[in-house]
């Protein structure tokens, strides 16, 4: 049988330390795919999601690359932009991912960083789930620090993921982000376990 990575599932509320604990396990020497980062590849210059852009919302394409705001106008106007648009680049993301995995099918261990995981049905390909949490008030605190975010934005985005609670019913693993020391802790520990298991 031919050996794989181990494909461990990032996740986590907007505010709960996924950014920082995902850099820890870079740290650690393990790669990490970011699913944002992915899309940000896929609308620039030249990404293989222009393309499928210019075909639904031609006016979103500015420099060969996907202009983000126009593609916001847009949803906010049709209620069917969001599921198209879906429908189009989350094949493409995908592909990403499972490139990612396959350049990195050595190590014993890949992380999956993938904000809305649950939310999007991802977890079919995952061998195991890591929920990042942290006090509903420390949540808050954090996102409203961020340069612009407003309360009534954070509500927002609040109100469209799943909670927290049910993400740490659903994880295979929590990690509680109080304090960098004891999340760089939790995530080494971490590695040690998957790696040692599933090497």
Known sequence: MTARSFLLGLTGSIGMGK??????????GVPVWDADAAVHRLYGPGGAAVAAIAALCPEAIRDDAVDRDVLKRWIASDPCALSRI???????????????????????LVVLDI????????????????????????????????????????????????????????ADYVIETQSLEQTRAEVQALVQKLGATHA
């Open 19 to 28: 950014s920082t604990t995902a850099m820890f396990f870079q740290e650690a």
């Open 86 to 108: 879906e429908a189009a680049v989350h094949p493409l993301v995908a592909q990403d991912r499972a490139a990612f995995v396959a350049r990195h099918s050595d190590a014993p």
């Open 115 to 170: 904000p809305l995981l649950f939310e999007t049905g991802a977890t079919g390909g995952m061998d195991a789930v890591l929920v990042v949490s942290a006090p509903p008030e420390v949540q808050r605190a954090r996102v409203l620090a961020r340069p612009g975010m407003t309360a009534a934005q954070f509500e927002t985005i609040h109100a469209r993921q799943m909670p927290d609670t049910e993400k740490r019913a659903r």
